[in-house]
Structures are given as C-alpha cells and as structure tokens.
C-alpha cells in the first residue's frame, strides 16, 4: 500500500514561496494566506482549489485556513 505525505504548514507555506509569496518562516497557514492574497500572488486561488479537491491530504490546520480562505 502506498502513503501519500500530507500537506503540513511548511510544505503549503513552501507552494506559496514557490508562486511568489515572501512569507517568513514559522508563519501559520491562515497568515500565509493573508499575506499571499495581499501580495496579490499569481495562482493563489487555483492552488487552494487545487489543494482543497482532495482535502484528505492536507494537515487539519492547512485544510481550515484553506476552508476559512474560500469563506472570505
């Protein structure tokens, strides 16, 4: 059986850098976003969809700052 790793707050923190975010280290997920959204990041919404369509991968804090995101 194979096991996909899970989307924790520094692998989503590091997607965000990866699109062009500049987000310090240790920041939680909900101020990733914030920050990210601020910065008018390319691509922010088509990866909280993306993340989002398969939300059994994502670390409980992940999914509820991506689900809280959706909300606003």
């Known amino acids: 059986m194979m096991f996909a790793d899970l ?3 520094v692998d ?3 997607r965000l850098q990866e699109l062009g975010a500049q987000l310090p ?3 939680s997920p909900e101020l990733c976003l914030s ?3 601020e910065q008018g990041v390319d691509g922010l919404q088509q990866l909280v969809e993306q993340l989002l369509a398969d939300p059994g991968l994502l670390q409980p804090e992940v999914r509820l700052a ?3 995101f959706t909300l606003c």
């Open 66 to 68: 991506l689900e809280q």
């Open 25 to 27: 280290k240790d920041t």
């Open 7 to 9: 989307v924790d707050e």
């Open 35 to 37: 920050m990210a959204k």
């Open 12 to 14: 989503f923190r590091e």
